[in-house]
């Protein structure tokens, strides 16, 4: 059995990639959708509208570190826990820009799960607010 799949993963989103993505997309949508095959992953993006630009490529400049922190908890929850780690990975599947926070959305690699990671800018850097399993 490949016990690498069983792992938690970090820096997987380079905010080079990712920025790049995201300049590349159809900002006209609602919901945009960023993507790479080169990281094979695909991310649905919302409420870009109602904030500017800079403020999307800056939490997407951070993006790689905001995962890392909430992969992080993934780890130190597993390692607390009782259950198999596949209880506990998680990959990113959307972002929603609110007034004052980012909400990162997360579904189980393995289990049916939801994760949830919000942060907000204080005094021009990002910062987590709080994260917890749905």
């Not at 993507?35 to 094979?40: A, M, Q």
């Not at 991310?43 to 905001?66: C, K, P, R, T």
Request: with cysteine; net charge negative.
């Amino acid at each position: 059995m490949d016990n690498s799949k069983y792992e938690i993963k970090m820096n997987r989103y380079p905010e080079d990639i990712i920025v790049e993505a995201w300049q590349k997309a159809d900002k006209t949508q609602e919901t945009v959708e960023i993507n790479s095959s080169e990281l094979d992953f695909s991310v649905e993006i919302d409420g870009h509208e109602n904030i500017s630009n800079d403020m999307v490529v800056s939490f997407l400049m951070y993006i790689e570190e905001a995962d890392n922190i909430v992969q992080e908890f993934c780890k130190n929850t597993f390692e607390q826990g009782k259950f198999d780690i596949r209880n506990y990975m998680v990959s990113l599947s959307w972002i929603t820009f609110e007034k004052d926070k980012v909400v990162m959305g997360y579904w189980g690699d393995f289990v049916n799960i939801e994760l949830r990671a919000l942060f907000s800018m204080k005094n021009g850097v990002w910062e987590k607010i709080e994260i917890y399993y749905q």
